[in-house]
């Protein structure tokens, strides 16, 4: 049995890919000091097939799981950020099967001021067609459909399950380097040194870039593909750079918004005292205002040359 199991569960866009190809290119040399990075219910850097074994419907596949990693011994680390959208029976089984001296749950909580942009991305880059300030106003005003603007009700799921004590909550924006502080601070690897975060870090898309990707989704194409793998695909991606500079606006984003402020007003009651990095003012977040850049979709009916060019692309690979 394990001395002790860290269960690094997110959130999304908080650094939990460059967390996850350190653990694994350090697997060899962490098993040295105590501490195992098993490839149980692995995929690509994570336990993302854990997750999925643990909220389907086949409940041995899983238990299967927690069998091989209670058969462990030392440290054993788990980390998905796919654990923190899991529903509550899910995280009360993997309470029930995992065995260990003990078991800490890991939390990095991103500004909510800037996690709706982030997800939206992370979106788009997957497929979606969602205008911006659609994605924006549908969030805003069904906040309970976004599982990242719901930190008190995730992290109450945990707390229910492993007790509150286990659960260790670090602001992301107050680290400088989320790879050296998992590292250091949560496993105690003080003489750990880490490559440049930047290194890891998931490509990111210019809003111009973005925008196309949503537009070639909309089209019925993998947008994210055309752009990487495509030489016109590229090509048109060189061409709105330039094209929708004009069309450029912005979004101003602060805590005078309400779902915001009720949003951080909740985690800081609820979690202040599991806050292992919070500065002790009354305001979790320093940062009190953002401005997202976007591109209008105006772009697409007042540059129609582009637009018709993009559409007949668009027909010259089968789409109607």
Known sequence: MPDKIVLHIGSHKTGTTAIQKTLLENRESLKASGIFYPDIGFFYFGHHH??????SEDGDRFAAMAEEINALDGTVVISSENFSSCPADAVNTLARLLKAGSIEIVYYQRNVLELIYLWWLELVK??????????????????????LLNPKTILDRWGDAFGEDAVKIFLYDGISDTVSHFMKMVLGLEEFESEPESR????????????????????????????????????????????????ISILPVDFDCLPFKRIEAELHKAWLKRIQNHNGSKQLFATRSVEIRYVDPAFWYSEYEFTREVLGF???LGVQ
Not at 50 to 55: C, P
Not at 217 to 225: D, K, P, R, S, Y
Request: hydrophobic share 40%; net charge positive; aromatic share 10%.
């Open 200 to 247: 890891y870090i998931n490509k990111s898309y210019d809003t111009a870039s973005v925008e196309l990707i949503r537009f070639f989704n909309a089209a019925g194409l993998g947008g994210l593909a055309l752009v990487r793998e495509n030489a016109e695909g590229r090509q048109f991606l060189e061409r709105i750079r330039r094209l929708s500079a004009p069309y």
């Open 50 to 55: 854990m997750v999925e074994a643990l909220r």
């Open 126 to 147: 997957h497929g979606n067609k969602d205008i911006l300030l659609r994605f924006y106003a549908d969030s805003l005003t069904r906040p309970g459909r976004q599982h």
């Open 314 to 316: 668009v027909k010259s």
